[in-house]
């Protein structure tokens, strides 16, 4: 058990137990939750009913779903799927009392065991999740968590400016990536090694691009979240048994994070050594400080849920109708697919070519042939074993799928530049920008590019607009321009 | 502690929250005993780690022997050092072998449907 628990569970029952439990109930202490939001009424109860008020930082739900495109791996789009987890939502918002929520549903191609919501309501599950939540009613949680925190109107600008710079700094990180590679002067070490790092950037992204909420938003979340399934009729210890996932997950993950940290160290590069330390770390412990224990969480959560349910009679969970639903052919197909791409992926990583080809091959056939993450990760693989038309046929399907991927174009662009074909770089770049409902990530790009064809004056004008117009970006936008 | 069970045996290795209450399996509704962390820990009768069984009519409990006498509890205010069978409510998982600490609610709605 971690420390915060037990000096949570150090103040308990002094009382002897000498009696029936009814005898000395009332003299037992009510410690409950750490702060008093929750304690004398639900917060179901608290939440004041009728028209949603959009977050003050909410863009649009489409340009939302746009632009949450460009997280790294992009979308896993699944008809039936997404149909039966917007449904849950859709049960959820109904009991809350609040009408007119905007927001949909998506999966994210993405191995972390993570959710998040943004102001314009979408929810963003991981395809991770969708493997390991075992019931309806687990899926029902953590889609009731993430909403409350849309309910609870936890979208505000300082946690918007919160995730933009997290945003900005790996992206200075991803840069500083790429000048190490480009400067490096023997290419085809440099090249593995470059791809290694680049790599273990993403996947740092991955982690940390998310919503970094305060130990009271979280601990909201959750309890409302538990009203919901309640009111909703799901069963209300899914939310138990779903943050007894992320804690499994979260140590699983911190070995890798160690694993990472490490990799970083092996770069060779001593300044990106470390700057990459240094911002990979500065940005761990930003998240971590702010994130309250999922041990804590658990067992807050089962307080709250003895506290105002205890007498009833609790729904139990349900597999039957989420293993309907993940077994039918088109589905499980998916699914077994991506779990593929993203062993391959892991394969790779770890020097294992052949198995890591096996895998990608299979993940980019049936259902996913045409989908841009399993293309992705085959093309990778196809170019470490030297099949290069392979990986360049691969990548071609990964740019053209239906749902772009941010990182094909970010690759596109890098091999581009890297070879010297900057006119072509440059068209990649507006491709991205207008993909991608014009994020700012793409504007460094586009003034270094313009640098680099000779076309000093209009990088200048880019690099003013840029200013104006997406200020959190000045400096890197003025850095691109003193390429 | 307390118990003697076998190592592989479902045993209740933690309260959640302040306290448990522990309940006369053929009446739910009745709570027999309080059971305070320091009780758990500590050197009297309710001395934890306590052993465990699923109750299958009634997936949200767990059936518990404390100094001999049997019990049920809320399955969901305990961890357990091992996975519990599946509910009664999709009925088509089997328990899962391993002897890996798990946390009692994790209980398989699931485990052993790989």
Known sequence: MRPAALVCFSVMCAVGCSGGAEQWKAKLPDIGLSSSKGEKATLLSELKPGQYQPSTVAIGEEKDLTRQRAQPFGFVRQARLEEFLSGIRARLLAVSGKTGVPGQVRIMASEEFNAYSTADGNVYVSMRCIEELENLDEVAAILAHEMSHVLLSHHTADLFADVQH???????????????????????????????????????????????????????????????????????????????????????????????????????????????????????????????????????????????????????????????????????????????????????????????????????????????????????????????????????????????????????????????????????????????????????????????????????????ECSLKTPDWKRLCERANRT | MGSAAAADELQITNLRGNSVDLFGCDDLSKSVWRVSQSEFRGPGKFRGPWPATKEPDKPMFLRVVVNGDRYCVKAYLVEANTPVPATSAGGECQPKGGKQSKPAFSRGVGEGCR
Not at chain 1, 307 to 326: F, I
Not at chain 1, 373 to 387: E, F, Q, T, W
């Open chain 1, 166 to 464: 997290r945003g900005r700094a790996l992206y200075e990180l991803g840069l500083d990536t790429k000048n190490m590679v480009n400067g490096n002067k023997k290419p085809p070490k440099g090249d593995r090694q470059g791809r290694d790092t680049a790599e273990t950037v993403v996947r740092v992204t991955d982690k940390l691009v998310l919503p970094a909420w305060t130990r009271g938003q979280e601990k909201e979340a959750d309890l409302l979240g538990v009203d919901l399934l309640i009111e909703a009729g799901y069963s209300p210890v899914a939310m138990i048994s779903m943050l007894e996932k992320l804690r499994g997950w979260e140590r699983t993950d911190e070995e890798r994070n160690n694993a990472l940290l490490a990799r970083i160290q092996e770069t060779g590069n001593q300044s990106w050594q470390e700057k990459g330390r240094v911002v990979y770390k500065d940005l761990l412990d930003r998240v971590a400080v702010n994130h309250p224990k999922t041990e804590e969480r658990i067992n807050e959560t089962a307080a709250y849920l003895e506290r105002h349910y205890g007498s009833r009679t609790l729904a139990e969970p349900r597999v039957g109708p989420w293993k309907a639903v993940v077994e039918r052919p088109d589905v499980k197909q998916v699914m077994i697919n991506y779990k593929l791409a993203f062993a391959a992926q892991a394969a790779l990583e770890n020097g294992k070519g052949q198995e890591a080809y096996s895998a990608a091959k299979k993940a980019a056939a049936g259902p996913t042939a045409a989908d841009a993450y399993p293309n992705v990760v085959l093309s990778r693989v196809a170019d470490a074993l030297g099949h290069h038309p392979e990986a360049v046929s691969a990548l071609v399907r990964a740019v053209n799928a239906k749902e772009p991927v941010a990182l094909v174009y970010e690759e596109l662009i890098d091999v581009h530049e890297r070879s010297g074909n900057i006119k072509e770089a440059l068209g990649w770049t507006d491709k991205a920008s207008r993909v991608f409902a014009d994020d700012p990530q793409w504007r460094p790009h586009k003034i270094r590019l313009l640098r680099k064809a000779g076309r000093v004056a209009e990088a200048a004008v880019a690099t003013q």
